[in-house]
């Protein structure tokens, strides 16, 4: 049987397994073995004739560790029904991805239950270890998914923050460059975005005006269209100094930031609050900066 516990709940029973497999089996210092995550943690224990064997824990951010069964009780399908368990609830929980760091002994164990091995091997308490990955669904949720990673690819990750966006869109850029922001369905989100309701809230903010002087810019024709939901100004030039990177903003919690210089740096998380409230007021700071696009009335 397999039940779902606590830290203050069931403290005993977790601490007596972990301590007999990593602590007394492998050696692992009990300073390292139990830590403070430990409260905050989901976990499982299984059971075998009313005797707790075997626990797993998982964190608030998909990462599932300290898997631990009874030497006498291995080789019988309880840390496979521990580790679904736990998959089970982050499913229901509706999380994108597990991962873990697997002993090199047990990488197998982890990839028969559809873990995928990433980056490479380390040394964890003096024992090889693997980085692997249990993708649960495709697509990222924005104000739910917290990972941050490296876009593939930057236009498909701005598009899908905008289409997903429900309250704020704010967008900093050097000229609402056309591989990013001159699409017809970044228009649309933007577009969906500002007739949604009252609240709606979009700002474009851009350092360069020339580029949208000298060629048709589809956004450019939106904010024509719509001048009061979709307000576009200009960041004077002597307020650009050092500035070395742009971003997109979705709502309080979608951030997606990247450079013209150096595309491979460019990075995001779809449920970031407090960075993204430090970009926020960022841009705020320098949107109050911002002069309205003087030739945004006889552009076309």
Known sequence: MIRKTDWHTSEAELVAIRREVFIDEQHVPIELEIDDHDSHCH????????????????????GIGRMAVLKPFRK???GKALLQAAIEYAKVQDWRSLTLSAQDHAIDF????????????FMDAGIPHQSMQLLLRESRKLGQDSVIFLP???AATALDLCQQARRTLRIFSHSLEPALFAREDIVSALSALARRHRQSEIRLLICDEAPLREQRH???????????????????FDSQAELNEFFVLADRSGIFVHSESAPETSWCSYFLPPK????????????ARGEQLRYLRRLY
């Open 43 to 62: 976990h499982w224990l299984a059971y075998i004739n009313n005797e707790a064997v075997g626990t797993v824990r998982m964190l608030n951010n998909g």
């Open 76 to 78: 019988q399908g309880v």
């Open 110 to 121: 982890y990839a028969a239950q559809g873990f995928i091995a990433f980056g490479d091997m």
């Open 152 to 154: 593939s690819n930057n």
């Open 218 to 236: 589809p956004l450019i024709e939106l904010c024509q269209r719509l001048p009061s939901s979709i307000p576009l100004r200009v960041l004077p």
């Open 276 to 287: 993204v409230r430090d970009y926020q007021e960022r841009f705020d700071r320098m949107w």
